[in-house]
């Protein structure tokens, strides 16, 4: 089971349209082994799914919110202080509600099959 006393619990995804970042999260979802169906949730902010090893993941995507204030209304601040594991991709339309401990993840394209992948926190 996802340690989350050893793990981090928030994964912010960086990177523009097309960049790659709902595919990373895919990649991740199958390495964790999610049942689910695993895609973008563009217009319901955030998808639950479930993995054999991770317990419960909320995959968020906050490309639509206008502010922080909207992204409390659609119950990020749940997700993100729930102890489970949190996907987030567009985190900087509501940057101040990440955790102080989120790691970091930005995909830049290079050209259509490569990709620089920078983490940090």
Avoid at 70 to 80: F, K
Wanted: charged share 25%; proline share 2%.
């Amino acid at each position: 089971m996802w340690n989350s006393k050893k793990h981090k619990k928030a994964l912010a995804f960086y990177g523009a349209m097309g960049a790659g970042k709902t595919t990373f999260i895919h990649a991740l979802c199958t390495v964790l082994q999610v049942k689910d169906v695993v895609s973008s949730p563009t217009f319901a902010i955030i998808n639950e799914y479930r993995s054999v090893i991770a317990g419960t993941i909320y995959h968020m995507d906050w490309y639509r919110l206008k502010d922080e204030e909207e992204a409390m209304q659609a119950g990020v601040e749940d997700c993100l202080y729930s102890g489970n594991l949190c996907l987030i991709e567009w985190p900087e339309k509501a940057g101040g509600l990440l955790p102080d401990d989120a790691v970091h993840i930005h995909i830049e394209a290079i050209d259509e099959e490569t990709r620089r992948i920078t983490i940090g926190q």
